[in-house]
């Protein structure tokens, strides 16, 4: 079982920065622009209403961090949570489309995730599982120590709570194999919204719509707060 006492530190992970401007939107705006400000609110929130809890970023300005390093600090800090904020863009052969989604790690991913977390938890055994049989003991291994299980709470609050306090669309919670997900904690990484939909980028590019954003996803955290720490205790 994933339980870990009192959720007392959180990486919060703003997307691209530096050389690496992420998704480009009209008018030159840039996806790094705004998933910053917003990772920023949503610690700052954070911090206001739980001093207790040590909030890490990734980035805190406009530097260009390496993927795969967003999870080593992540990891280092042994951090209980991990958050991760994008911007999407439609590919040029998809019709338009706009609202945010929240992604989870992938099955086909948790060989990775079970890799990582096998080398920050000594207490995980994989030794004596039939090589045959890895796949579903690696995905039941991370069922039953909680992964899946906290991220898909928190992701529904987080999700709920977007639809009402930003009026963003809401395109579902889905699963990917981004690297950011690949954290011996529960992850997700939120998309808060589309660049390339003109109503999108007008909301996400707005102090107001940035402030609504990181208040919604800080309201779904503090409900996540008190089931993690109740299944905990």
Not at 6 to 14: E, F, R
Not at 100 to 112: Q, S, V
Not at 164 to 174: D, K, V
């Amino acid at each position: 079982m994933y339980s870990k006492g009192n959720l007392d530190v959180v990486v919060i992970d703003a997307g691209h920065g530096g050389k690496d401007p992420g998704t480009l939107g009209e008018s030159g705006i840039k996806e790094k622009d705004i998933t910053l400000p917003i990772a920023l609110k949503l610690g700052d929130l954070i911090k206001q209403n739980f001093p207790n809890i040590n909030v890490i970023y990734t980035r805190k300005t406009d530097i260009f961090i390496e993927v795969k390093d967003r999870t080593v600090i992540a990891n280092n800090n042994k951090a209980k949570l991990f958050i991760s904020i994008h911007v999407n863009h439609k590919k040029e052969d998809e019709t338009e489309k706009n609202g945010f989604e929240i992604y989870l790690l992938n099955k086909d991913r948790f060989p990775e995730a079970v890799e990582i977390t096998e080398k920050e938890n000594s207490k995980l055994k994989f030794q004596s599982i039939d090589k045959s049989d890895v796949n579903n003991y690696i995905f039941s291994s991370l069922a039953e120590t909680g992964y899946l299980r906290f991220a898909e709470f928190l992701s529904g609050n987080m999700m709920m709570n977007m639809l009402s306090l930003t009026g963003l669309n809401s395109r579902g919670i889905m699963q990917a194999g981004f690297w950011v997900l690949l954290a011996s904690m529960p992850s997700i990484l939120v998309e808060t919204g589309y660049i390339s939909d003109e109503n999108d980028a007008k909301y996400l590019t707005s102090p107001s719509g940035q402030t609504n954003i990181a208040k919604a996803l800080f309201q779904g955290f503090s409900i996540y707060k008190k089931y993690y720490e109740m299944d905990s205790n």
